[in-house]
């Protein structure tokens, strides 16, 4: 067996943002996995490390040697190879010479074309120290990234940031080439400020972490996020404090420092008269601090940072923070004093001049087209005699929703859009329903986050998300691959969200065509046409199936059965596909499911000229199955509408499996394509109608025999 060996592999360079260092880290693997697969070297899988000043690779089992392939090559027919007496021609001699192989080596071969001439070669391996220096070059250019840096010049290589050193080592030695003028080598760097050494060699990967750790670089992503986690549980444990929750700070700071070092630093207890979200949101989302809190849940007058140095050096890090946080803290202030001397309201003639597209207006465009959604929404509600559903507080919530838009502290806090809406409503006097709907109208912002909390909430966060919808789609501004500007994607889950959660029944193609007749009666009065609707709808709906499978846990075929029989209402959708959870491994139901497949196959083979829209001729139905069949699908049907009416899904089901039966005799016992065109048209019927009756709950021909699945998310089952 070839001999294996460990490589080592690092691009040095100047500090990556942290948002992008997960990702690269993991497209470095598949990337270097890729090509030492292809190139039969890869023995054993690639570790990768990221931290800002470095991408990073070993492995500990790489073959030193591609290994010789034997391969067979064929030459002219053996008709064409010899003459009449067997010997070799000169079309045998030229194979012979080009694959520089004797021709008594030479050797015919049994083809599926006939007797050919060929030559077995053996192809000798390539070492990989040749084939790595290219495979690392490749891996350096292959690496994406959303914005990359030239820093050679125009026509140079492109890298997230200027590359300024390589660690490339094989076996112990340096595997030799050059990327934009920087040679590759086995000496690494350690920390900026706390190395002990400037250049550390690198020979083997188990080298490669200690040696860093001794020059103050953590460059596994793991060991640095518990080396935070347990400095700040130590420092909250002395001041008796809890760490406010926040696991996308946590995963920031650990990609934002080579050697992260928890400090303790304390504010004015004034800035306590602040809302907490203010307070919070100053720290977090511009000095990437955790906020701490006492056993009554409120903030207290300190903060937790994490600085890239060690505890030695944090005396004047420590007052630099706080001179920082002080500043920032006073500016808050500022804003929140200076917001609130005028209502709220009377921001609302400033969105005027805001733009939300170009097209589209401004957001006191979109605002007055929310008020009209977000009634007629919170109306369907109410006349459905859903609790809570109250006209005039939504309407008041989306006249309000935006306004925080034209605030100061919006203007340079911009994650706080509308929660400061919601703080300033509760603060002059607004109605509590309509404040923490103005708060909550943004939500849910992704699959993990929650609903807005009142019903008030979540019809103006719908109205806001459908207008955004309809009105992109109207001038054309569709999601695109990884490209999307307006966040439609997220706005169509959200909606959906919004409705399973809440369990709120709505429908989706009336509220689509209600946000497009709005957007054509309120500025910019754009007609959208029916199509376009259509699209929306199809959008939602695709987004609506992967949410059922991934977010709630349902099987694909369960999904997809109950949404080709109707997806308009998604608690119906949701409340079908629970029924057919429940059912779908009964007896009957399965084999149900295939004779359906059946029947539609045979329907679509038939073509659109099959008497789909023919009613059934009882005096052509010749067969005993055939009769049986037709007389019992009508009585299960009507069992089975009384059922659907009151939602009974489950129950409807069972009836219709009770069919089961009967449609395996009219198989076994009637040919459908008679000769007989007239009895050939009417059988043809009765399946069609059988198709089209039954699957008014779920398309049963989407129904894939598989194993038995987990259960859903408990959130959706009710």
């Known amino acids: 067996m070839t001999d294996r060996a460990s490589l080592v592999f690092e691009i040095g360079c100047e500090e990556i943002p942290a948002g992008l260092l997960a990702k690269a880290a993991t497209e470095l693997k598949a990337i270097l996995e890729k090509h030492l697969e292809a190139n039969r070297l890869l023995v054993a899988p690639v570790v990768t490390f990221a931290a800002p000043r470095r991408l990073a690779a070993i492995s500990n089992a790489v073959l030193l040697a591609q290994t010789d392939e034997k391969k067979e090559v064929l030459g002219p027919p053996k008709s064409v190879a010899f003459d009449n007496v067997g010997q070799p021609t000169r079309a045998a001699e030229s194979f012979s010479k080009k694959q520089g192989v004797p021709i008594s080596s030479l050797y015919t071969t049994m083809t599926p074309r006939g007797e050919y001439l060929a030559a077995r070669l053996i192809i000798r391996g390539k070492t990989a120290r040749e084939l790595l220096a290219e495979i690392l070059t490749r891996a350096i250019r292959e690496l994406s990234f959303p914005r990359s840096m030239c820093w050679t010049g125009k026509k140079g290589a492109r890298?997230?940031?200027p590359v300024r050193w390589i660690v490339a080592v094989l076996d112990g030695k340096v595997i030799p080439f050059e990327f934009e003028g920087v040679a590759s080598g086995n000496t690494t760097r350690g920390h900026r400020f706390l190395a002990h050494s400037k250049n550390i060699k690198i020979t083997e990967p188990k080298d490669y972490l200690s040696r860093l750790r001794s020059n103050f670089v953590l460059a596994d992503a793991p060991e640095r996020r518990k080396k935070i986690e347990r400095e700040i549980r130590s420092i909250a444990a002395k001041g008796k404090w809890r760490v406010h929750e926040d696991p996308a700070l946590l995963e920031t700071v650990t990609y934002l420092n080579e050697y992260p070092t928890v400090i303790r630093g304390d504010f004015d207890a004034r800035y306590l008269e602040l809302p907490w979200e203010i307070i919070v949101t100053v720290m977090r989302d511009h000095q990437k601090y955790f906020a701490v809190e006492n056993r009554r849940n409120e903030i207290e007058p300190h903060f937790l940072a994490v600085i890239n140095l060690d505890k030695g050096r944090a005396g004047l890090v420590r007052r630099g923070h706080e001179k920082v946080l002080r500043a920032r803290l006073a500016d808050a202030e500022f804003f929140w004093q200076s917001d609130q001397k005028r209502r709220l309201a009377d921001y609302s003639e400033m969105l005027a001049h805001i733009t939300f597209e170009s097209r589209l207006g401004s957001y006191r465009d979109k605002t007055e087209r929310m008020r009209e959604i977000a009634r007629k929404i919170a109306r369907n509600w109410f006349d459905s005699g859903i609790h809570g559903a109250d006209i005039g507080a939504a309407d008041r919530a989306a006249q309000l929703a935006k306004c925080d838009l034209a605030t100061e502290m919006v203007r340079e806090f911009t994650e706080l859009q509308g929660i400061m809406g919601g703080l300033y409503a509760r603060s002059q006097g607004e109605d509590e329903d309509v404040a923490w709907a103005v708060y909550d109208h943004y939500k849910p912002v992704g699959t993990e986050d929650t609903v807005p909390r009142n019903l008030t909430g979540c019809a103006v966060s719908i109205a806001d998300k459908l207008d955004s919808l309809a009105a992109c789609f109207a001038v054309g501004i569709v999601p695109t691959g990884s490209s999307d500007p307006f966040g439609l994607r997220r706005a169509a889950s959200g909606i959906i969200q919004i409705l399973l959660e809440k369990n709120l029944s709505m429908s989706l193609s009336t509220a689509i065509s209600s946000a497009a007749q709005t957007l054509g009666s309120h500025a910019p009065k754009i007609k959208v046409p029916v199509e376009v609707e259509n699209k929306v709808l199809?959008?939602?709906?695709?987004?609506?199936k992967y949410l059922f499978r991934e977010k709630y846990g349902f099987a694909y075929d369960e999904v997809n059965a109950a949404m080709a029989a109707s997806a308009d209402d998604l608690v119906d959708v949701r409340n079908r596909i629970l029924a057919l959870r429940a059912i779908r491994y009964t007896e009957n139901f399965e084999p149900l499911a295939v004779a359906f497949r059946r029947i539609r196959k045979i329907l679509e083979k038939?073509?659109?000229d099959c008497g789909r829209a023919a009613a059934v001729d009882d005096a052509l139905l010749r067969a005993d199955a055939e009769q049986l069949l037709h007389r019992e699908a009508r009585s299960l049907?009507?069992?089975?509408?009384?059922?659907?009416?009151?939602?009974?899904?489950?129950?409807?089901?069972e009836a219709i499996s009770e069919l089961r039966p009967t449609v395996d005799r009219f198989f076994d016992d009637v040919l459908v394509m008679d000769p007989?065109?007239?009895v050939r048209k009417n059988r043809l019927a009765l399946l069609a109608g059988l198709l089209k009756e039954f699957s008014t709950i779920a398309d049963f021909s989407e129904m894939a025999?598989?194993?038995?699945?987990?259960?859903p998310s408990k959130s959706l089952v009710r």
């Open 538 to 544: 199809e959008f939602i709906g695709e987004r609506a």
């Open 676 to 678: 007989d065109a007239a």
């Open 705 to 711: 025999a598989e194993e038995k699945r987990d259960e």
């Open 606 to 608: 038939a073509g659109p």
């Open 159 to 161: 890298f997230i940031r």
């Open 637 to 653: 049907a009507e069992r089975a509408s009384k059922h659907k009416r009151t939602g009974q899904y489950k129950e409807a089901l």
